[in-house]
């Protein structure tokens, strides 16, 4: 990991811990721009400690991994078995946390290409390590009909290699989707999903019609 991507790790804990998400307050943004400043030269600092806790991405083809978490419904857990009954493909992805501008935008395009996904058989899940009670809150008031899942402590986002441990900050869930199929295999990982956000769901589509269509 370049000194860039640590910058950017500690930037994302500064828009975590602060609470600065698509403000509309001009000193807002300032502030942010002024404290993530004087975090860059932190960051830098840190050297490679960011990066000890980046596990290994499960491969596609293998088994994903189980996991059951609370859900934002307010329907008790959520599992990889319950998912996997539903006989559909799953879109799981990792998101660092509900309410910060790229979040935001990767879900609005989840939500938008809703009817897509139904197509194509395919169910959307996000998991972050936020509280059941900010997940259902952003569920609402961004009009979600899909849900998400609380990885508090971050063990789910390990297993899936995509958990982000930075001292002082805590652990976050780094910003990947895979795609499971209905056995519970891992059919596709998108690893590099944060440098294009805009464009994610229609890759994530593109990806799952190749995938059924090879099945079908």
Request: glycine share 8%; charged share 15%.
């Amino acid at each position: 990991m370049n000194q860039y991507s640590r910058l950017c790790l500690l930037l994302l804990a500064l828009v975590l811990t602060s609470g600065l998400a698509l403000s509309p307050s001009e000193s807002s943004r300032r502030a942010f721009v002024r404290d993530g400043l004087a975090l860059g030269g932190a960051a830098l600092a840190f050297g490679s400690s960011a990066t000890s806790a980046v596990a290994a991405v499960p491969n596609a083809g293998a088994k994903a991994p189980a996991f059951e978490l609370p859900n934002s419904r307010g329907e008790g857990t959520t599992s990889l078995q319950s998912l996997t009954k539903t006989g559909k493909y799953t879109v799981l992805y990792f998101y660092p946390g509900a309410f910060t501008s790229g979040c935001t935008l990767e879900a609005r395009a989840f939500q938008r290409d809703m009817d897509s996904y139904r197509k194509l058989n395919a169910q959307i899940v996000g998991v972050s390590v936020d509280p059941v009670e900010k997940n259902a809150q952003f569920c609402s008031a961004e009009g979600l009909d899909f849900y998400m899942l609380s990885d508090q402590g971050g063990m789910v986002s390990k297993l899936y290699g995509s958990a982000l441990s930075i001292p002082g900050f805590g652990t976050f869930s780094n910003r990947q989707t895979y795609i499971i199929d209905p056995k519970g295999n891992l059919r596709w990982v998108f690893t590099d999903v944060e440098s294009h956000i805009a464009r994610h769901s229609q890759e994530v589509l593109d990806k799952l019609a190749e995938l059924t269509t090879a099945t079908a």
